[in-house]
């Protein structure tokens, strides 16, 4: 399958991938299909330096080359890079912007479930906005401000309007064909050229 690249140069490589795609491998053979294997038959120098779910689309940048795997990563652990999703629920808060903070931990009992966990659960920070408002949805922009696990799926839920198509953390009546979660900005400094990448994938929903 072809791989769709936003962008590319020397150092890093940003790709367009797509839902129901494993980021890494999973367990198993019949999870061994993901963006990175597909990436490194094209780029064999090519690292991970993120993930996306295995049912979000949208932006996944990539290293070439262990040295800049460990730039992008300092990048992204001292959040000098910004994520944008586009998100559709089924209703939302009357307001049109605001922020989520609900601390977020890993269910041990029951994994990869995350939960809502004001004692033990690490800062969670989305800020969202309305976009669109339709009789039978709302669509959301999601700037998430930490990267914890599942965080938009879960604090969209915890809100009590869990993104549509959402198997893990929804209520969807009717089987959608997808989860309805895109990565379609990401805004960051070129470690080597110091240039301001702003990268776009535009979204099919």
């Not at 949208?58 to 990048?75: C, K, Y």
Request: glycine letters at 6%.
């Amino acid at each position: 399958m072809a791989i769709d690249i936003i962008y590319q140069d020397e150092h890093i490589i940003a790709v367009n991938k797509p839902q129901a795609l494993l980021s890494v491998p999973g367990l198993g053979p019949d999870k061994q299909d993901c963006m990175i294997s597909r990436l490194v038959d094209l780029i064999p120098e090519a690292k991970v330096v993120h993930r996306l779910d295995c049912y979000t689309s949208g932006i996944m940048l990539f290293a070439i080359g262990i040295e800049m795997q460990r730039a992008l990563s300092r990048i992204f652990h001292d959040r000098k890079i910004h994520k944008q999703y586009i998100a559709v629920v089924k209703h939302w808060l009357d307001e049109d912007s605001g922020v989520i903070k609900f601390p977020m931990r890993c269910d041990i009992d029951n994994r990869p479930i995350q939960i809502v966990d004001y004692e033990h659960g690490k800062s969670a920070v989305t800020y969202w906005e309305v976009l669109q408002r339709d009789t039978d949805s709302v669509r959301l922009l999601l700037k998430p401000e930490t990267g914890r696990t599942h965080q938009l799926r879960v604090h969209c839920a915890a809100m009590e309007h869990p993104i549509i198509g959402d198997g893990l953390y929804g209520n969807d009546e009717v089987r959608q064909p997808r989860m309805l979660l895109h990565a379609d900005n990401l805004l960051f400094t070129h470690p080597v050229t110091n240039k301001e990448m702003h990268l776009f994938a535009g979204c099919e929903f």
